[in-house]
T-cell receptor
Framework: KAGVTQTPRYLIKTRGQQVTLSCSPISGHRSVSWYQQTPGQGLQFLFE???????NKGNFPGRFSGRQFSNSRSEMNVSTLELGDSALYLC??????????????FGPGTRLTVL | AQKVTQAQTEISVVEKEDVTLDCVYE???????LFWYKQPPSGELVFLIRRNSFDEQNEISGRYSWNFQKSTSSFNFTITASQVVDSAVYFC??????????WGAGTKLIIKP
């Protein structure tokens, strides 16, 4: 079974631009979560989607948004990029959302650099 | 409040040495799950193990073993006869009734040849 895929793997943008990242979950997984990872803040939860609905959201400004499609694929968008948005963005999929025992499986990440 | 502490920021050992990565957690729940993930330089987080709070049996998988002790709220991870390929950042995480993964800061493990 194919793992979680994320595109693109690398992105370079300038301040003020916007960016869209894509994530395809493992086949049969219906929940997708997004994380931001930086050296200073570690892994931070952005949001989780299930059945095209955002179920949980982390403490990030409204510039960060996402959506999920009917095939469970998900995109996240960051508008008006800031230097501090430079990070590795990780997508994870799981079978069901929010289950305490549910294991999340991660993609390779998209490394975003904002200049 | 929930919290996961990985006090070891970085560990460096020579190949073939055994190494233990510590994880201490805090939760008020009696039912919870603990996870370990490995993040190699490529960046992808790789799932290693999941353990529920009612199963205190130690787990062994090849050179990897996990020691879960509720009495000390610890879920430590040992690599026996370490190899260079084990070099990575290792994360411990907790999932309880809040249904969100709480992550430790990670331990960077360097295995020198």
């Amino acid at each position: 079974k194919a793992g979680v895929t994320q595109t693109p793997r690398y992105l370079i943008k300038t301040r003020g631009q916007q960016v869209t990242l894509s994530c395809s979950p493992i086949s049969g997984h219906r929940s997708v979560s997004w994380y931001q990872q930086t050296p200073g803040q570690g892994l931070q939860f952005l949001f989780e989607y299930f059945s095209e609905t955002q179920r949980n959201k982390g403490n990030f400004p409204g510039r960060f948004s996402g959506r999920q499609f009917s095939n469970s694929r998900s995109e996240m968008n960051v508008s008006t990029l800031e230097l501090g948005d430079s990070a590795l963005y990780l997508c994870a999929s799981s079978i069901w959302p929010g289950g305490m025992s549910d294991t999340q499986y991660f993609g390779p990440g998209t490394r975003l650099t904002v200049l | 409040a929930q919290k996961v502490t990985q006090a070891q920021t970085e560990i460096s050992v020579v190949e073939k040495e055994d190494v233990t990565l510590d994880c201490v957690y805090e939760t008020r729940d009696t039912t919870y799950y603990l996870f370990w993930y490995k993040q190699p330089p490529s960046g992808e987080l790789v799932f290693l193990i999941r353990r529920n709070s009612f199963d205190e049996q130690n787990e062994i998988s090849g050179r990897y073993s996990w020691n879960f002790q509720k009495s000390t709220s610890s879920f430590n991870f040992t690599i026996t006869a370490s190899q260079v390929v084990d070099s990575a950042v290792y994360f411990c995480a907790l999932s309880d009734s809040n249904y969100q993964l709480i992550w430790g800061a990670g331990t960077k493990l360097i295995i020198k040849p």
